[in-house]
């Protein structure tokens, strides 16, 4: 059980990770020990200590271990120490370090100056990037109707196709034995014949009962008449030709009760300014088509979007269509949209939008010719990977309610299911996986009127099969590649930890001595004293009773940083410090201390990053008897 968990949360913390979004490079703060907003005074100070417990002089029996480390200190405080170093570093880690030598190669000294190089240049890397791809987008929607699982009226249409089917197959045959049988053999089988047909009907009556009888439940229904309704394609590439212009290229496929069609569209978007770009764009299909579209941001709490279209119709007539959109910042989370429209675009349309961190809510009211609309919208997140949506909307042309919820099931994967109930569309279920940028939709027409069953069966049904597909595919293929990327990460990581390793116990080899005073020190004024302390695998109890290969002991390394009978550990990795490593990489980490102050026991568990300062009366173990 516990190896499971384990296994989910490294599939947690890597499913949403770049491939190089680790380098594998120390932390100078943590192996200096000190904060990331810590002074260089401080800074110093925690170099001076370090270099006075690991300096090779000291070590004159171990020169070429201590050196080893004070190499490591000695690179640290080089970084921390220079403002310019330390500003890059906290920009983008040891990447920065690289890319302002590169800066200072060509001549750039002030902070500001090397800071202006380097967002260019990380601007520039950035755009090279965005050239190479072309963010292709895509929509493919299969709709189908299932009407005849529940609408009896379907149900029985297509069971009387299928009999007049199955009564034209045999008059086909009795014709074609017709044919093959002369009058001779029809005199000598004429008893056998006769008894025969008979069999025929007594058959052929009970089988009429029968079907009369599901005619009458509206039950019988064929595989056949559950059929793809309609079928439609959408893909757009985008090019970006020049930092400011993208040009932007798209389709449209569609199929509808054996009726096709079809568009073509280019767009061109030219970034004006830092406020306002504009787009245009022309079609082709079923009658040409050219689109103008702008934004313009007034101020950091209000812009305008405006568009204008004109459509070629049948007989060569044209039609125009315009609209323009004002949208205003309410609040932290609310923005108000007004929308007024004319032309083939006529309508007054007014949304109000909130968005928290764990909830989105969207309210809508619009009056036009074609269409009045009033809709609400609630969306909440149950967990970081899925949410629940519930949508209700009342207008001119019926009423609707749709629930339904989606999970995050892969790291480019969502799967969404929802249940659509209204009057005059019917029942509709509707499936929906998202991969990247492709959407994959499969809306199934369960029935075309309100009723019980379909409803209850759209939404039990599909949650049944998606448990039992989550519990026996999902979670053991997950288990799997967990598992799979675990012994991977271990296995190209395995030199770099055996090195890690050696290190940690030459610095825990080289501090023992002065631990050891240290210690002393603080238990002749009943001081700080730890007692144990574990880091790695440590979450459960029963891994903190000793040392394995996922767990281990950092009690000196933990005491070399007691100070005036008080511990201080900074955000971030523990396994940067000197005396640590990581041994349970790619997995989450515990630190485990058990610890001893004015001669009472103390116990605290936290997780790797972070901080932690002891001691704490909130730690103070109860009284044993």
Not at 139 to 152: G, K, Q
Not at 381 to 406: C, M, P, Q
Not at 458 to 464: H, N, R
């Amino acid at each position: 059980m516990h190896e499971m968990q384990r296994r989910r949360e490294f599939f947690d913390m890597h499913e949403d990770e770049n491939e190089d979004t680790d380098d594998g490079k120390p932390n100078p703060y943590q192996v200096l020990g000190v904060a990331q907003s810590a002074t260089l005074e401080e800074i110093e100070q925690a170099f001076r200590r370090l270099s006075t417990l690991f300096h090779p002089d000291k070590h004159p029996l171990h020169k070429q271990e201590s050196e080893l480390i004070f190499t490591k200190i000695s690179k640290a405080y080089e970084v921390l120490k220079n403002p310019t170093n330390r500003q890059l570093y906290d920009m983008d880690k040891d990447r920065a370090l690289v890319l302002g030598q590169e800066i200072a190669v060509r001549g750039v000294s002030k902070v500001e100056e090397i800071r202006a190089e380097y967002e260019r240049l990380k601007r520039r890397r950035i755009q090279q990037y965005l050239q190479m791809r072309t963010n292709a987008k895509g929509v493919v929607v299969a709709a189908v109707d299932a009407s005849a699982l529940f609408d009896n009226s379907v149900a029985v249409e297509a069971h009387q196709r299928a009999r007049q089917r199955q009564q034209e197959q045999q008059q086909q045959k009795r014709q074609a034995r017709g044919k093959r049988t002369d009058a001779a053999e029809d005199e000598r089988d004429t008893e056998e014949t006769a008894e025969r047909q008979q069999t025929k009907r007594r058959q052929q009556l009970t089988v009429d009962m029968h079907d009369d009888e599901l005619e009458a439940r509206g039950m019988s229904f064929s595989l056949e008449d559950i059929a793809i309704a309609a079928l439609s394609i959408q893909q757009s590439i985008e090019c970006p030709v020049s930092d400011k212009n993208v040009v932007t290229f798209s389709g449209q496929l569609g199929v509808r009760n054996g009726n096709g069609s079809g568009s073509v569209l280019a767009s061109l978007r030219h970034q004006i300014s830092n406020l306002a770009w504009g787009e245009v764009e022309v079609g082709a299909g079923s009658g040409g088509q050219l689109t103008v579209r702008g934004l313009r941001h007034i101020n950091k709490h209000l812009y305008f979007v405006g568009m204008a279209t004109v459509q070629q119709l049948n007989a060569g007539r044209y039609a125009l269509g315009y609209s323009g959109t004002v949208a205003q910042t309410l609040g932290a989370h609310t923005t108000g949209f007004l929308t007024l429209g004319g032309g083939i675009h006529s309508a007054i349309n007014s949304t109000i939008s909130r968005t928290t961190e764990n909830s989105q809510f969207t309210g809508i009211m619009q009056f036009g010719l074609n269409q009045t609309i009033l809709g609400l919208t609630y969306v909440h997140n149950l967990t970081d990977s899925s949410r629940f949506r519930i949508a209700g909307k009342a207008g001119s042309n019926g009423v609707l309610i749709e629930y339904g919820a989606d999970r995050k099931v892969a790291k480019n994967t969502r799967i969404g299911m929802s249940l659509t109930i209204g009057i005059p569309m019917g029942i509709v279920f509707k499936l929906k996986i998202t991969r990247v940028a492709q959407q994959y939709v499969l809306p199934i027409t369960l029935s075309h009127d309100v009723l019980p069953a379909p409803a209850v069966f759209g939404t039990v049904v599909p949650l049944a099969l998606y448990s039992l597909f989550h519990m026996f595919v999902m979670l053991p293929h997950r288990a799997r590649e967990a598992q799979r990327k675990l012994d991977q990460l271990r296995e190209e990581n395995a030199e770099k930890i055996a090195l890690a390793k050696r290190e940690a116990k030459v610095a825990i080899d080289l501090m023992r001595e002065a631990v050891e005073r240290k210690i002393a020190i603080e238990a002749e004024r009943a001081g700080l004293i730890i007692i144990k302390a574990l880091y790695g695998r440590v979450k459960e109890p029963q891994s903190r009773r000793e040392t394995s290969e996922f767990v281990i002991d950092v009690t000196l390394p933990l005491q070399s940083h007691v100070k005036d009978s008080e511990l201080h550990l900074h955000e971030g990795s523990k396994a940067n410090m000197l005396g640590f490593y990581d041994p349970c990489i790619g997995e989450t980490k515990h630190l485990y201390i058990s610890y001893k102050f004015k001669e009472l026991m103390h116990e605290v568990l936290i997780p790797d990053e972070e901080p932690l300062s002891i001691p704490k009366r909130s730690h103070l173990l109860p009284m044993r008897r």
